[in-house]
């Protein structure tokens, strides 16, 4: 069983990142953005940018953002919705996606795998990890919700769903990111999933809308290609972290 370990003050790292010397993590509310950083106007669809085609001023709408320039670090932004960090087998190539439930309907896990492997040329040994979002425990979805889902997901959706009352269920949004990646090509041993709990029961570590509603902050999220050296291998990766003092 892999265990997240603590990177940077107030981000949560995943060790299927790690191994691949990429620097990347997973947002708490003490977690500020790396210098640098592209990321763009979020508006639950399923469009993907590439990192240098992004305006810092005026972002591109956008809920994925691919790079393979170690300069140019990607991230998403979330408060509730699932956070997604997908990397290339060498590393030299990450996306970051957003994916709340319009998302996920769309289709934005399968098109920022497909724009990784775009330009890293193959799926083969690419690593998944979907960081914290709400848990079941709170998310509870109506049919205009559902219907949609459905229609994406089929019956994987009832694995991710449990009636609640009539005509509602309460939802796991990051179980159907997994079924997402996992159809894209990522091999199911290759998907990771960091400790999450649920974004709107954690008010210490978390942020989120359901639970704060217009006052909720955002917790941000982000990973960097990794430098390569030589004839395209992979160049000295980041001081490894010690898994065995893992927790927040």
């Given at each position: ?227 390569l050296s030589g004839a395209g291998e992979p ?14």
């Amino acid at each position: 069983m892999t265990r997240e370990t603590e990177a940077a003050p107030g981000f949560i790292t995943h060790p299927l990142l790690a191994e691949l010397g990429i620097d990347h993590g997973f947002g708490t509310r003490s977690a500020q953005a790396p210098e640098n950083l592209r990321r763009p106007h979020q508006v639950h669809g399923s469009a993907v940018v590439q990192a240098g085609a992004i305006d810092p001023s005026a972002p591109q709408d956008a809920d994925a953002v691919v790079s393979d320039d170690p300069a140019l670090p990607v991230g998403v932004i979330t408060a509730d919705c699932v956070p997604i960090l997908v990397a290339s087998a060498s590393g030299a190539v990450v996306v970051a996606i957003h994916a709340g439930w319009r998302g996920l309907a769309q289709g934005v896990v399968a098109a920022g795998v497909r724009a990784l492997i775009g330009l890293a040329g193959s799926r083969d040994g690419s690593v998944g990890v979907i960081g914290p979002s709400i848990g079941r425990c709170c998310y509870e979805v109506d049919a205009p919700v559902m219907d949609p889902l459905r229609e994406r997901f089929g019956s994987a959706l009832s694995e991710a769903a449990v009636l609640s009352r009539p005509g509602h269920h309460r939802l796991d949004l990051g179980q159907l990111v997994k079924v997402d990646l996992v159809r894209s090509g990522i091999a199911r041993e290759r998907v990771g999933l960091v400790d999450r709990g649920c974004t709107a029961c954690d008010p210490e570590r978390f942020h989120s809308y359901r639970r704060d509603g217009a006052l909720a902050g955002r917790l941000i999220h982000y990973a960097r290609p990794r430098a390569l050296s030589g004839a395209g291998e992979p160049g000295p990766g980041p001081l490894r972290l010690d898994s065995s003092g893992a927790g927040f």
